[in-house]
């Protein structure tokens, strides 16, 4: 499952992954086509959805540069991050590291 980010969203315990995106972002689109599947397929992840026009502090604090972004979190601190994101592969590939996550 997905959840769009407000601030009563607590991503600080266990694995999440922050998405920004932007509406109308045809790169963000891509992203959206595949980050459903992949919710309900590693459920223990946890995918907060960021619309990065609204919640620009959130934006900066994680010195997000571009859109679409993947912010990997463990217990709330970053592991890795993805940008410029091209396929659903990619994405994969992190969500399978266990080690990462």
């Known amino acids: 499952m997905i959840v769009e980010y ?16 932007i509406p109308g972002c045809p790169p963000c689109r891509l992203v959206e086509a595949f980050m459903k599947e992949l919710s309900e397929e590693f459920g223990e992840i946890a995918i907060v959805h960021v619309n990065a026009e609204k919640w620009s502090g959130l934006v900066e604090g994680f010195r997000i540069l571009n859109v679409p972004t993947l912010v990997y979190l463990k217990d709330g601190k970053e592991v890795a991050r993805q940008n410029l994101i091209r396929g659903k592969g990619e994405v994969l590939i992190k969500f399978e590291e266990p080690r990462e996550l």
Request: proline share 0%.
């Open 6 to 21: 407000d601030e009563n969203v607590d991503f600080t315990k266990g694995k999440a992954v922050l998405w920004f995106s």
